[in-house]
């Protein structure tokens, strides 16, 4: 009698998270010979940094998002996972599940990747998240947008000259790209936009002040290219306030400290938060399993393969992960969708190799330069010894958004929404919708 050989079960390969590193992680080991789980509390996959304009009304949710059973359902070795991971058996390579009464608990990994990102810090005032909205997730994102148009709206209404004036003050906390572009959208939001949409409020009543605790706003970019887009921002009439810590936020305004020890407060009913960033608490259940280090960001240190020390099975990624350089030091990468991609595509390689009985290098990050939009035909970027602003420059951002967003329909939508509002001066009706009741007397939308 012949006897009969069964076939070794595939390799399972567990992917925690839909962002940029995930999704380059399933997209690239779709047609190999492994079991692809990808798990996510969100059925989308989100371009977030594109979610500012969402937040401003120059896009629209569905603009900047993607299913992830549309991107992967059709490949045969993926299955999608709508589910909350609770924390890992690293001994027993077992993920812990919340997903749902008839789901899963548990589900068991060959090799796992952990692409979990990262949420705004409020350096210990989580009071704060509140009052100061944030534009890091599409439901923030929305609520955003949804103080600010309802900002504008009291404004119309109000007969008290001290809350209108809090309601057309605008205060975002933060001077890296994320800031200065949202800063530039409200301008141009206030000048372009709604200047002909309300009779009792003008363009000119509106303040908007970017706060940085630096010396001057864009720290990471050239200081040539800082001063050039601090002068763009000016002209949309945004106020940079360099120097100066929030010492506190209220929903009535914000407190700011000056280096001399002054404390100068702002009247304002919208603050959005765009300062400093907190990896996903699941890097420090992976680090106390492991006995990795966890800085003070929150996220766990990883090997220069980007794999946990002593669980090679453990792959580490994006925001949430800080990279050995393997001298006792660490990777200086940004917190940039372009680091999460490149590990994403280096981890999923590492993977292949494996499986293939082969060795492979550490990780190293190609650094292809840096980009911020200031508004319509303003920009800087700085791309290795190459320095360019203006309009060039906000060609090229245009140029590398499109090409990393989503789902060709998501292109093409986006590429008639700027050129419409380019053309225009002004954004598409559907994007400037209040969409949730407003909370009396302060119109923040929780």
């Known amino acids: 009698m012949i006897p009969t050989v069964r076939p070794s079960p595939p390799h399972r ?12 992680v ?23 940094p594109l979610t ?12 900047v998002t993607y299913p992830l059973r549309a991107m992967f359902g059709s ?8 589910a909350e991971v609770r924390g890992f058996d690293l001994g027993s390579r077992q993920v812990l599940l919340d997903a749902g009464s008839d789901g899963p608990s548990t589900i068991e990994y060959d090799t796992l990747v952990v692409a979990a990102g990262s949420s705004y810090a ?18 923030s994102a929305v609520s955003v947008r949804s103080r600010m148009l309802s900002a504008f709206e009291r404004a119309e209404v109000a ?29 141009e939001l206030a000048r372009d936009t709604l200047a002909s949409d309300f009779k009792n409020i003008h363009p000119d009543d509106v303040r908007i002040l970017l706060v940085e605790t630096a010396e001057r706003v864009l720290s990471a970019f050239a200081e040539s290219l800082a001063t050039k887009a601090s002068r763009s921002l000016e002209k949309l009439g945004v106020t940079p306030k360099v120097n100066r810590t929030v010492v506190d936020i209220d929903a009535d305004g914000v407190s700011l400290k000056a280096p001399d020890g002054s404390t100068e407060r702002v009247p ?12 996903s608490s699941l890097a420090g259940q992976l680090g106390e399993q492991a006995g990795a280090d966890v800085d003070k960001a929150g996220r766990v240190t990883v090997e220069p393969d980007l794999t946990l020390a002593g669980h090679p099975e453990v792959i580490a990624l994006g925001d949430m992960a800080s990279v050995s350089d393997g001298s006792g030091g660490t990777l200086a990468l940004p917190g940039l969708a372009p680091v999460a991609i490149q590990q994403g595509a280096y981890a999923a390689r590492l993977i292949e190799h494996r499986l293939q009985g082969r060795s ?37 951002w245009l140029g590398v958004h499109i090409w990393y967003l989503i789902g060709f329909q998501n292109r093409l939508v986006v590429m008639s929404r700027w050129s419409f509002s380019f053309l225009s001066r002004g954004r598409t009706q559907g994007s400037r919708i209040i969409s949730s009741p407003v909370e009396e007397g302060r119109g923040a939308l929780e």
């Open 360 to 396: 492979m290098g550490p990780f190293r990050y190609l650094n292809k330069g840096n980009l911020a939009t200031i508004g319509r035909g303003r920009a800087v970027a700085e791309l290795g010894p190459i320095r360019l602003s203006g309009p060039v420059a906000w060609t090229i």
């Open 13 to 24: 390969v567990v992917v925690i998270g839909g962002g940029f590193g995930g999704m380059q």
């Open 268 to 279: 304002a009913r919208t603050v959005i938060w765009a300062a400093g960033v907190r990896a």
């Open 122 to 139: 409020y350096f210990g005032h989580e009071e704060w998240r509140e009052v100061a909205g944030e534009v890091k997730s599409l439901e």
């Open 26 to 48: 399933v997209k690239r080991l779709r047609h190999a010979p492994v079991e692809l789980t990808l798990i996510d509390q969100r059925n989308f996959h989100l371009f977030q």
């Open 75 to 82: 490949a045969p070795n993926v299955r999608v996972m709508l």
């Open 52 to 63: 500012y304009q969402v937040a401003t009304g120059a896009l629209s949710p569905s603009d």
């Open 159 to 187: 007969t008290d000259r001290r809350n209108r004036e809090a309601d057309m003050t605008f205060v975002v906390v933060g001077g890296g790209p994320t800031g200065v572009e949202i800063a530039g959208q409200i301008g």
